[in-house]
């Protein structure tokens, strides 16, 4: 008995010191972005003129693994990561049709994986600008040598947010938002952030201010609040400037007033919800309810499955909107699907 007690005790101590050593050196590797970055942006002589009219689309793609057969461990599901190297692939080719039909002028793209161990390596940022012919700018928000956990674990992951465009970009910058976790939580989670990219208007003064974001989605509610006054701080200071403003992305919130989509599964993840109260002066939402853009990964796709309104786009008053939808793809290669949104200067 005391034999066996003490190799007991001593498989413990072993387990006790690795995990202290793996903690200790995902401590010591924890990305720590700076609250602001400058960004290098491509070499592009595409001009934006104030009489342009644009497209914008965004789109999450759940980094080309979560698909119409995925459910998730965060919502409620059991997988982890993507079954097969061809699967991500297939789903990756997917989007960038859905992409490429579009036609847009400016992509606002999240959860766009460059060397993780989810998928299997691939550099969807490279992958996406070869295929639309599009220059790229992406700031990261997930940076980890290891995600220990689950099991099997997620493993490594760089990803970030990805906005794509033809048009002459003057500045981009990486914007950290506020962390919703402490230690040791937040040594493997995302560092949320803003991604803002900035086009000089032809023979003005005036600015195109772009802001793609990605808003915190499992925190308590804190998180996203504060994240959400950040970038409502931005885009005051921006509109103040006398530049036009959009922002877009996933704010892992629903919209005040918009109901075609009730939440009846409240067992699992449930999405803020964000208020016209919650914007500047100036500012409104531009969302479409034609389609739902984002659903629960709780169970593979189902036509009843719980799905939400969560992405789209806050523009400023000198921005007339002429057009916003919501592009209904089935949820096949990703759990989002993307809103199109078209634009014109004032």
């Known amino acids: 008995m005391k034999k066996t007690l003490k190799i007991f005790a001593v498989i413990l101590v072993t387990c006790i010191l690795l995990a202290a050593a793996g903690v200790g050196y995902l401590s010591i590797r924890e990305y720590r972005p ?5 960004l290098q942006v491509p070499s592009q002589n595409k001009v934006l003129d104030a009489k342009d009219s644009l497209h914008i689309l965004t789109y999450n793609i759940g980094y080309a693994g979560l ?3 995925m459910d998730f461990f965060m919502d409620g599901g059991t997988k982890v990561n993507p079954e097969s190297k061809e ?3 297939t789903n990756l ?3 960038q049709q859905i992409l490429k039909d579009q036609s847009a002028d400016i992509y606002l793209l999240q959860e766009v994986d460059t060397n993780s161990g989810r998928s299997f390596h691939i550099n969807e940022q490279e992958y996406l600008e070869d295929n639309l012919n599009q220059s790229g700018v992406l700031a990261y928000n997930f940076k980890c040598d290891y995600v220990p956990y689950p099991f099997p674990p997620i493993g490594k992951v760089e990803s970030g947010i990805l906005t794509m465009t ?8 990486r914007i950290s938002l506020p962390e919703s976790f402490s230690w040791p939580t937040k040594i493997c989670n995302l560092k949320r952030c803003m991604l803002e990219t900035r086009i000089q208007i032809k023979n003005t003064d005036k600015e195109l201010v772009i802001i793609n974001f990605h808003l915190e989605a499992y925190d308590s509610g804190e998180g996203k609040i504060a994240q959400s006054k950040k970038l409502a701080k931005k885009l005051q200071e921006e509109y103040e400037k006398g530049n036009y403003v959009i922002a877009g992305g996933d ?4 919209f005040e007033g918009m109901d075609t989509y009730p939440i009846t599964n409240k067992e699992n993840w449930v999405p803020g919800i964000m208020r ?4 500047p002066e100036h500012f409104t939402f531009s969302n479409a309810d034609n389609a739902p853009t984002c659903r629960l990964l709780n169970e593979v796709y189902q036509k009843d499955s719980q799905v939400y309104v969560i992405d789209g786009f806050i523009v400023s008053d000198n921005i007339e909107v002429t057009f916003i939808q919501n592009i209904d793809t089935s949820f096949e290669y990703t759990d989002h699907q993307p809103v199109s949104m078209r634009i014109k200067l004032i």
């Open 34 to 38: 700076e609250s602001v970055e400058i």
């Open 251 to 254: 704010f892992n919130q629903t």
């Open 276 to 279: 016209q109260e919650d914007l």
């Open 93 to 95: 080719q997917g989007i």
């Open 87 to 89: 699967k991500v692939e």
């Open 67 to 69: 698909d119409k057969d």
């Open 166 to 173: 033809n048009y002459s970009i003057s500045q981009a910058s």
